[in-house]
């Protein structure tokens, strides 16, 4: 194969994760290994800047920021949740593309961005542009398709378990009440977060909390939830519920459905807690009924994140530029797990559109029959992604995160007013 | 003063928090150390279970248990917010004490606790029993009188700071949408925990979250604070709001009460981040809300808890087993700050009575004349509290905390009937 020579552009999308950074150490690190890389590039708030040509030079970085990405949370790149849709978008990128020599695309993100860098890569080549993209996956929901895992969804789940943890030694010092504390947790789609913070039962009993986790893939039934809550408060002191933001009823409708949606017509979701709390109260007389809510603190928690993800992060974005510089494109960097006892994990290459907008359910035969619990073969699949602990550094008693200078590239083209 | 041999007890009460196991890791560990103590009991979920005589024998926890303390979240002997009301209830505690042996009477707790200890040691002394009772001081809220900080306040900040701070990088990254981003935390009559997270700012400058620190110490009035919001948008694109459960209004009622009261006739809160949410949602058109409530997790939260807190708390467990030997009774430990410039932390005792039901709200000087900002001043007070990290171990990729294995000891009464 012809070598091709250009620069790099890295952008991140979607919802920030506590090691989507890592992964974009892992591309500027192997990017500098490689002579016919000219200049890394970043994009500046996901494919939104790259159309308004906000490039920076990652190479001007220092070694010690780049090094810091790899503990630092959210998107160090900033990102965006718009979708390119007009033609007149693509061409757009494309000139930009053309403009920078960019030869090397790279979009860190989730499903919808998977699909982006599937699209802008079909454009340039249906254009006659030379230029090869890879997607690296990213999503603290778990839900993508073709890959084992994804990064981020191990360090949500260790830092909820460790929550959940401690709550349940908060609720079990105080005595003599009937309390339900529930825990909403993201994941709009998929229940994969919700059923993760199962392993944090200390052994595989009913005793353990959680003791009732709800998933979206199952309907909510006020009647039964109410009815296992009081089984529970049979035998324990304390009943904690796990319950996923996307809870929804048998008619498919979220339990606690806001007005408003999210540019890519998502329902924009929140208060599962408070209205399980509200159905709790009211029905249960002499119940005390709590809610937690991390909200989006719980996926930028890298000060509780798995060291396992935070590396696996790092190798896909290491894999993505070797894929690249070995001619490949339209491609999405996925997991793959070993079949031996010992857990292992090598990337493989999969097609984005066997990715795009698809969504991975959590397996029903992974789901008890009472519904409201996690069968044990689950906690083989979990339990590696939580291991190893990533050392954050401390600075006056708080976490000492980095952020990129952020080197403006000079704009060459016109400003872009979208047609 | 003529040795005073015997047993001691110690209890827990009040709500759990990062380090109160901490100090009884001090009591145990300076217990050990005086000949003239016999034995050495926990009294389960407070005075509560001293009532039940439902003690346990703490030299028979393992060495590694007792040390696992000291990161351990929660009351590791269970705890109760019971108020003894009756003379009945006092003579069945000073039975209890007899039947035992109790000469030294250790209650690790907050204002209500503090003044049931100094109620039993006087009623102790009315009927001629010798004992000595003193109090360990514990609550998040830091609102104790006569101690400069109480343990367990600067873990409760360094958890939230953190989170902010992480928050703050999510925020960040989200580009173009204006976003009012509320963080509900604990703190029913004073501010001192919402007004500690101001020192997550990386810079004392307006840009840093938090923006809006809202206290219940300043009356909460919506207008000023959505003047405040708007403001802050023109030069941020988000606000982070870090607000007290305790929000009152001009007329010192709860902008979010429930109706629900506890035992002490305290309205149990929650509900303030909703409430702003929808404030926000409703009178700022174009603006996105959210809310988060790290809730009981915050209290409970080791995993990210400061050494210098959980090594004062070990500190003052160790201090009230000395005082007591010393021969002091009706006394709490309380913690005296250096006056050098280096951070210097000692203890002293003062009198239980001058610190039971009193309430240190946050100094008035230190709030800024916005009424949403902590003044510089109060940099020098927080720092230091928030400084180490305690190591949680972990096991299987979460934090490995300790469980008493809680040998009883044999009641020597009948069963207690309340009259």
Known sequence: MEELTGNVLVAQSGGPTAVINASLAGVITEALNHDCIEEIYGGLNGIEGILNE?????????????????????????????????????????????????????????????????????????????????????????????????????????????????LALDHEAMGNHDLVSIVEVMGRNAGWIAAGTAIAKRRNQLEDAPHIILLPEVA??????????QECLKKNKYCLVVASEGL?????????????????????????????????????????????????????????????????????????????????????????????????CETTLVDINDVANGVKHFPENWIGEDKISITYQFNKYILPLLQGEVQVPYENGMPAYVRLSQVKVAPQLDPYRAS
Chains 1, 2 share one sequence.
């Open 54 to 166: 906000q490039l920076i030079d990652l190479a001007e970085e220092s070694q010690q920021t780049v090094r810091g990405l790899r503990y630092t949370p959210s998107s160090a790149l900033g990102t965006c949740r718009f979708k390119l849709a007009k033609e007149s978008d693509y061409a757009r990128i494309l000139e930009v593309f053309k403009a920078h020599n960019i030869r090397f695309f790279f979009y860190i993100g989730g499903n919808d961005s998977q699909d982006t860098a599937a699209k802008i890569a079909k454009y340039a080549a249906d254009h006659g542009y030379e230029m090869r993209a890879i997607g690296v996956p990213k999503t603290i929901d778990n839900d993508l398709p073709m890959t084992d895992h994804c990064p981020g969804y191990g360090s949500v789940v260790k830092y909820l378990c460790a929550t959940i943890r401690e």
């Open 248 to 344: 929804a009823d048998a008619n498919g409708n979220y339990v606690a459905a806001a007005d408003a949606t999210d540019s890519f017509g998502h329902s924009q979701l929140g208060g599962v807690g408070d209205f399980l709390q509200n159905l709790v109260s009211k029905n249960l007389p002499g119940v005390k009924a709590r809610s937690c809510k991390p909200g989006h603190a719980q996926r930028a928690a890298a000060h509780c994140s798995s060291l396992t993800d935070s590396n696996e992060a790092f190798l896909c974005g290491q894999a993505a530029v070797k894929a690249a510089i070995e001619g490949h494109s339209g491609k999405m960097v996925a997991l793959v797990r070993g079949d031996t006892d010992k857990y292992t």
């Open 220 to 229: 909510f039934n006020a009647e039964y939830f109410l009815s296992q809550v």
